[in-house]
């Protein structure tokens, strides 16, 4: 198991966001965890990369408990998150925004970023504008790109999909498979519960800060009580 | 001792008569001018360099750092009053820098950090305290009278069309130039000056890159009084030094940074050498007793007529 939360509550003031929440990825895989508005999802992610804290509960990466560590301590293990809303640095180009990704690790990131243009050529001509200047789906390869320039061991998205035009959409969740194919861990979390689970390998529904069902992507699609919740079938 | 008059650098212009006088010769004008220019630009260098630290420590934190000035006095006390204990001159300024970062990095471990989600305002009342405590303690440690520096090349005037100006003046505009390149270049080319820069853009995205964000406020602190401090060392011998000099320096510092658009440095120190010159100018030209109003009058104005600064402010957030 590259992740396993058990019994992770989190709660903001009073409100209590997630309720002793139960999950694992394993190495490799391509979770999805799908759940409507304001499920939690977001604050699940949170408490994952420790800009938030739990009130209880552990996480543990590798086997190791991180759950009392730091944001940056964790993005030094490898957990890497694609923010919600993208969260560029605005005035900063697009190159320095993917330069920061490779922060923790230091050294010359160079050939890093050339493996970026190569993914998507667009950000080449559009290295040195400020990266606030650039379309949504575009901004959404820079934020995705700067997660990967620090070789994630897991890369967290929530919800990549979200503002993009259909076309778009499509093109966001083809770059999310074929990261999995190049080997890299993920775990996606989406209120596009079709296009997230479609393309998963295990899903999970969370409903008010708690874990309702969790199958794998194709049993959850099939699954009538996801047909009627999310798929508005 | 009698120190001069508090900031008002350089020496009387060379004649006080012609001036204003409509038969005033033009000669004398223009030097009068160029005496006011060159006074203005030496304060305002100070200012700049203040404006900067304001700016940096807004950037990191969100936080208006009044205890800014009083980086400058530790600056400027610790420089005269080490040398006259027989430090050398380099050795005593790298000691008032130390301990003005000191001075920096404790205020925001034991004040900011721990008020972490108190508002802006408790904030500032924070750091307002913090000045009051390091003047202080700086009148229990060198007392209250004013302390003198020797200048660093002499003090025998270099003439320019009619105008002296002090070598001190040189050296303090030159000092402040070298830092402001040197703090430019740290933003803008290294990757520690653009994770700075970043944690003020979008802090949460600064943390989900791993950038450590409570170093980031710690190394914004201490950049800011060592700023400070050096400045505070090489303006002293045109002004003295004294425990209460900081009050006033650390006010037209946070006029430049306004001025500038708040967070940003460059506005910043352009701020700084505009209130420096105005305030020179309407000194010379009106009379020194105007010369503190001056930079209440622009920060009024700027309030209320352009309250993001010459040059927009900068957000903490993104775009
Ligand atoms: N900073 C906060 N302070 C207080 N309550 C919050 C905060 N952030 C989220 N919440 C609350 O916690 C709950 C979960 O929010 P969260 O953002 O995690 O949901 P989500 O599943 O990501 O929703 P969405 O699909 O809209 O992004 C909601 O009830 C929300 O109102
Ligand atoms: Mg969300």
């Known amino acids: 198991m590259l992740l396993e939360i058990s019994g992770i509550n989190t709660h903001y003031g009073r409100i209590h966001a997630l309720k002793s929440v139960d999950l694992v990825v394993n190495e490799g895989e391509l979770v999805a965890l799908v759940g409507a508005n304001g499920a939690g999802k977001t604050t699940l992610l949170r408490t994952l990369s420790g800009v938030q804290n739990a009130t209880s509960g552990t996480i543990k990466f590798e086997g190791v408990d991180i759950t009392r560590m730091t944001p940056h301590q964790r993005v030094a293990e490898g957990i890497l998150q ?133 199958d794998t992507g194709e049993a959850l699609l099939a699954s009538d009580r996801v047909k009627q919740a999310y798929l508005g079938l | 001792m009698k120190p001069a008059k508090f900031l008002a650098p350089s020496p009387q212009p060379l004649s006080r008569e012609g001036r204003g006088a409509l038969s005033g010769d033009a000669i004398t004008m223009g030097a009068d001018f160029l005496q006011f220019l060159v006074s203005g630009i030496t304060v305002g260098a100070i200012y700049a360099l203040a404006g900067l630290g304001f700016a940096i420590i807004y950037n990191a934190s969100t936080v208006i750092n009044f205890a800014q000035g009083e980086f400058i006095m530790i600056g400027g006390m610790s420089a005269s009053t080490l040398t006259a204990a027989g430090v050398p001159l380099p050795l005593a300024i790298l000691a008032g820098c130390a301990v003005a970062m000191l001075g920096g990095v404790l205020l925001a471990k034991f004040a900011i950090e721990k008020a972490r989600n108190a508002s802006v305002v408790t904030l500032i009342i924070i750091t307002i305290g913090a000045s009051i405590f390091l003047r202080g303690l700086a009148e229990v440690v060198w007392g209250k009278e004013f302390h003198q520096l020797a ?90 030094s004294s425990s209460e000099m900081g009050i006033m320096l650390g006010l037209k510092g946070f006029t430049a940074a306004v001025l500038g658009g708040l967070g940003n440095g460059l506005g910043a120190v352009v701020g700084g050498l505009i209130v420096g010159i105005a305030e020179a100018l309407s000194a010379g030209y009106l009379s020194s007793a105007y010369k503190d109003a001056v930079a209440f009058v622009i920060i009024l104005l700027v309030l209320v007529f352009m309250p993001n600064g010459l040059f927009g402010k900068r957000g903490t957030e993104r775009v």
């Open chain 2, 151 to 240: 200048s660093f090349s002499g003090d025998t005037p270099i003439l320019l069309l009619g105008a002296a100006i002090l070598p001190q003046s040189l050296w303090v505009v030159g000092v402040a130039l070298v830092l402001i390149l040197v703090i430019g270049f740290f933003f803008t080319r290294t990757l520690a000056g653009k994770a700075m820069l970043a944690t003020s853009y979008n802090r949460l995205a600064a943390q989900l890159v791993g950038v450590n964000v409570r170093k980031v406020v710690l190394a914004a602190f201490a950049l800011s009084a060592a700023l400070g401090a050096v400045g505070g060392a090489v303006v002293t011998p045109i002004t003295f």
């Open chain 1, 82 to 214: 694609v923010p919600e809303g993208r969260q560029l640095f605005g005035p900063l180009s697009v190159e320095d925004n993917l330069r920061l990704g490779a922060y923790r690790r230091g050294g010359k990131p160079n050939d890093d970023i050339e493996r970026m243009y190569a993914s998507f050529p667009i950000l080449k001509q559009k290295r040195h504008q400020p990266a606030g200047t650039l379309s949504g789906g575009q901004q959404q390869m820079v934020a995705i790109a700067r997660a990967l320039m620090a070789h994630p061991r897991l890369l967290l998205l929530d919800e990549p999909s979200m503002g993009l035009a259909p076309l778009l959409v499509g093109e966001i969740f083809n770059a999310v498979q074929g990261l999995k194919q190049q080997g890299t861990t993920i775990f996606l979390v989406e209120q596009n519960a079709y296009a997230a689970l479609a393309i998963a390998d295990r899903g999970y529904v969370l409903e008010t800060g708690e874990v309702t069902l969790h």
